[in-house]
């Protein structure tokens, strides 16, 4: 059974595929390359859904997502086919440096953390931001042994167990909050870190098990880095992805409103139309896809509704660098919920990526909301711009008045895969068995991240077996 779809199955007439964020676009991408046609049903303006890139006073601006990890492969392998690969960039590693704010100050995160497990002695010691019981307890965390069959638990709990409260609180719930938007107390250890749960049942310590794991690690390649993107911003990924699908795929702009099955054909209904294919897609975040299969699979709907979402946005600060005579030698900084602020997180952006912020201003692109801190994103813009600015000048004490100031909201984006995700998985897959040309593709399954996301497109378009 492939993942998120029972079986296989025959195609010639146009594919539907509803959403055309990157999932949905990456499916039209690999049944195009497959010679297969599509139709993609979206309804907003531009393609992408929270991938938007705009220029602002000659700043290259990400509304969403900036980058994608590039150890997982898939961003990079459609980028490369799309004939993007020299316009790749990654991000610069040998000036990354991410601060942490405790008791209102700017605190590194001591060399050698690798989210909140200690690699390397000194630089753990020697750090203002654990304080001495919390550094003992990392000390004494390489002494536990190897604990298999463990159940999912939340990464809080995972992380309180091992380093205590104050690891959750000043590394694991920011570090988090940067992706997830989430509450560790109800993300899952099974589904968000994965691979620190093989490690406590192989190892015991995560220490251990994370210097085992570089241990065995392959030599860095020169040029490396955490992060990669293209030099003009994702949005390019989206135009190319347009571009190449355009000969095999039709796009409507609607809104897919429900969807019924009859003799094995779906009917998908939008404003004035009615559309039908043997095959769809369904690559809406989970709660949208819930609304369509209401009346078609009520239980289906029910589980994917209970994928949760937090609402987010991202607000692009630019100044006129001769107004700002601070400088920030850092890739950005976290803000624990513990500090009490709009913000949770800030990035330099000139001094993560090249190309993104030209000599004579300064972008800084903020982060508000997640689970707990969602009411922001009801402020009028007016009062976003306030908090923000009050944020800058409290935190950076950086009062100068900016050029422009962008928001982007993101409601209901960023899927939360809270305690029981993977059983939940099973019972999607489960039912989806009584839809065999059904595949659900989209960040509320197997990965939040854009190459997760191409991923699950790709698997969906090859599913479909010519
Ligand atoms: C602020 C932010 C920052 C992020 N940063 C990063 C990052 O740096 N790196 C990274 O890898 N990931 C990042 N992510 C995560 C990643 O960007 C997303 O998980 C991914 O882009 C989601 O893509 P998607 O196509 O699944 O969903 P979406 O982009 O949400 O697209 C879904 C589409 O479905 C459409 N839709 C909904 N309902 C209907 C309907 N009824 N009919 C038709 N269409 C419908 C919507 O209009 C939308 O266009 C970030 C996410 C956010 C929100």
């Given at each position: ?89 990654g991000s610069n590693d040998h000036q990354r440096l991410t ?362 378009a090859n599913s479909f077996h010519g």
């Open positions: 059974m492939s993942r998120l779809s029972c079986s296989s199955s025959v195609s010639s007439n146009p594919s539907i595929i509803i959403g055309g964020g990157i999932s949905g676009l990456s499916a039209a991408y690999y049944l195009a390359q497959r010679g297969l046609p599509s139709i993609l049903i979206e309804p907003a303006p531009s393609l992408g859904g929270v991938v938007q890139t705009r220029t602002v006073a000659g700043c290259l601006l990400e509304g969403g997502p900036d980058s994608f990890l590039a150890a997982k492969p898939e961003a990079l392998a459609l980028i490369r086919e799309l004939g993007l690969g020299d316009a790749v960039i601060w942490i704010v405790k008791g209102g100050r700017m605190t590194p995160i001591p060399d050698g953390l690798m989210m909140m497990v200690p690699t390397r002695v000194l630089p753990t010691l020697t750090s203002p931001l654990l304080s001495w019981s919390t550094k003992m307890r990392m000390g004494l965390e390489l002494l536990r042994s190897p604990r298999s069959g463990m159940p999912d638990r939340s990464v809080g709990e995972f992380v309180e167990d091992h380093y205590g409260r104050e690891a959750v609180d000043y590394l694991a719930e920011p570090l988090l909050s940067g992706v997830y938007g989430g509450d560790p107390y109800q993300l899952s250890i099974q589904s968000v870190l994965p691979r620190y749960a093989e490690m406590e049942a192989r190892y015991g310590s995560l220490t251990k098990g994370t210097l085992a794991s570089l241990a065995q690690a392959p030599p860095k390649q020169p040029g490396a880095t955490l992060f990669q993107t293209l030099q003009g911003g994702l949005g390019s990924l989206i135009t190319a992805l347009e571009k190449a699908i355009a000969p095999h795929c039709r796009l409507i702009r609607a809104s897919a409103q429900s969807i019924s099955r009859q003799d094995g054909v779906y009917s998908v209904r939008i404003p004035g139309a009615t559309l039908n294919s043997p095959h769809l897609v369904l690559a809406t975040p989970a709660w949208a896809a819930a609304g369509l299969l209401d009346s078609l699979d009520p239980g289906l709907a029910q589980c994917l509704r209970r994928i949760g979402y937090s609402s987010s946005a991202t607000v692009g600060v630019i100044y006129d660098r001769t107004d700002v005579p601070q400088q920030f030698p850092a890739f950005g900084f976290l803000v624990p919920r513990r500090e009490r602020r709009h913000l949770v997180a800030c990035t330099f952006v000139d001094q993560k990526f090249n190309h993104r912020v030209p000599p004579g201003r300064l972008l800084l692109r903020c982060f508000l909301g997640g689970a707990g801190n969602e009411a922001i994103l009801d402020a009028s813009d007016d009062e976003i711009r306030s908090a923000v600015l009050a944020d800058l000048q409290a935190l950076l004490s950086l009062t100068a008045k900016p050029i422009a100031v962008e928001i982007s909201r993101w409601r209901r984006s960023m899927a939360q895969y809270h305690v029981g995700h993977q059983a939940l998985l099973g019972e999607i897959e489960n039912r989806l068995c009584s839809h065999p040309q059904l595949r659900l593709a989209g960040n509320g399954y197997r990965g939040i991240g854009i190459p997760d996301c191409i991923r699950l497109g790709k698997e969906a």
